[in-house]
């Protein structure tokens, strides 16, 4: 199984700055037949269900905000938040779907600095 | 717009069985794998169990591989997860998901909110 291990486990950003969270996976999950990396990032918030982010390593989901962006490609991953709003306070996870079991990392707590 | 409802939740004794279904609308159920996905009280996301739209293929992850079942009525739109053999380690709530992309497995774009599942005596 591909283990996932995101950085750090947990992070206090004040209200406007950058968060960045890492993800790094045990195995590539980039695909050699399309040059597409199977890596997910969701959000999740306190009571509800996980939303997803980031699709494909870097394609943003329809309606989620610009601040929100993916990069990275093999086995490293980051996600970022380019400007740390109140509502962005949740739980972040990322996901690899290279293979079954596809897999996710730990989480990564947000708060407010 | 997709809606997914999870229904069948409960407390049961550990050794008992419980039967999840989960209620779509919104799309052409049968485009698309769905997958069960649980999360442990205070825990993180652990994939448990995913079904090709057709029903033809189904995965398990190691920790459910032959006590739960999942399967789909395309017909009714409909979900299902049969759980067989019940242990505390199972006690989590359980999220139906639909895959973002028709016909394959992948990244879940939609999740219902979840039916809870306790395994206790």
């Known amino acids: 199984d591909i283990v996932m291990t995101q950085s750090p486990d947990s992070l206090a950003v004040s209200l406007g700055e950058r968060a960045t969270i890492n993800c790094k996976s045990s195995?590539?999950?980039?695909?050699?037949?399309?040059?597409?990396?199977?890596l997910a990032w969701y959000q999740q918030k306190p009571g509800q269900p996980p939303k997803l982010l980031i699709y494909w390593a870097s394609t943003r989901e329809s309606g989620v905000p610009d601040r929100f962006s993916g990069s990275g490609s093999g086995t490293d991953f980051t996600l970022t938040i380019s400007s740390l709003q109140a509502e962005d306070v949740a739980v972040y996870y990322c996901?690899?779907?290279?293979?079954?079991?596809?897999?996710f990392g730990q989480g990564t707590k947000l708060e407010i600095k | 717009e997709v809606h997914l409802v999870e229904s069948g939740g409960g407390l049961v004794q550990p050794g008992g069985s419980l039967r999840l279904s989960c209620a779509t609308s919104g799309f052409t159920f049968s485009n698309y794998a769905m997958s069960w996905v649980r999360q442990a009280p205070g825990k993180g996301l652990e994939w448990v169990s995913s079904?090709?739209?057709?029903?033809?293929?189904?995965y398990y992850a190691d920790s459910v591989k032959g006590r739960f079942t999942i399967s789909r009525d395309n017909s009714k739109n409909t979900l299902y997860l049969q759980m067989n053999s019940l242990r505390a380690e199972d006690t989590a709530l359980y999220y139906c998901a639909k895959e973002g992309a028709a016909g394959g497995l992948g990244y879940f774009q939609n999740w219902g909110q979840g039916t809870l599942v306790t395994v206790s005596s």
């Open positions: 195995q590539s999950v980039l695909s050699s037949s399309d040059s597409k990396n199977s």
């Open positions: 079904v090709f739209g057709s029903g033809s293929n189904t």
């Open positions: 996901q690899q779907y290279y293979t079954t079991p596809n897999t």
